[in-house]
């Protein structure tokens, strides 16, 4: 049974991974209008596993016996200047997520749920490879910049990405 702190605190969790979603496709259906259908693809990817995300929260609160209560999500922002921008964008949004699950890892432990503060290490060691990962993307930027050659052969890259859950690793 989940104490009412971490319900509320569970379901919060629950609105900022869908915004997350939210926020990467905005980012992927700019990428698509600006002709970068590897990014775009990329982004549609995260947006995704980001819907993964909220809906293994939401069942954890179910099985817990739990009420999950779904709250309204604010407005991307829609406009960014360079795809550059998107993933800069992209990783201080999962800097923001990371502080978020370790918050959570706090008040399980404050709280004494064990439960909880288990089931969250699997989103602990997540937001490293998330933030690796977006990490390594800007790098790639840095490097080439947003145009020419090596930009056509990142968005190439981007767009060998595909989602999948670790259910489908089974």
Known sequence: MLKEKVEKALNEQVNKELFSAYIYQAMGAQAAHDGFDGIANWMDAQAQEEMFHARKIYDYINEQGGRVTLQTIEEPP????????????????????????????????EENDHATEIFLQWYVTEQVEEEDNVGSILDKLELIGDKGRGMYMLDKELAERSFTSEEDEE
């Open 78 to 109: 829609s406009e960014f200047e360079s795809p550059k921008a998107m993933f800069e964008k992209a990783l201080e949004h999962e800097q923001f997520i990371t502080e978020s699950i370790n918050d959570l890892v706090d008040l399980a432990k």
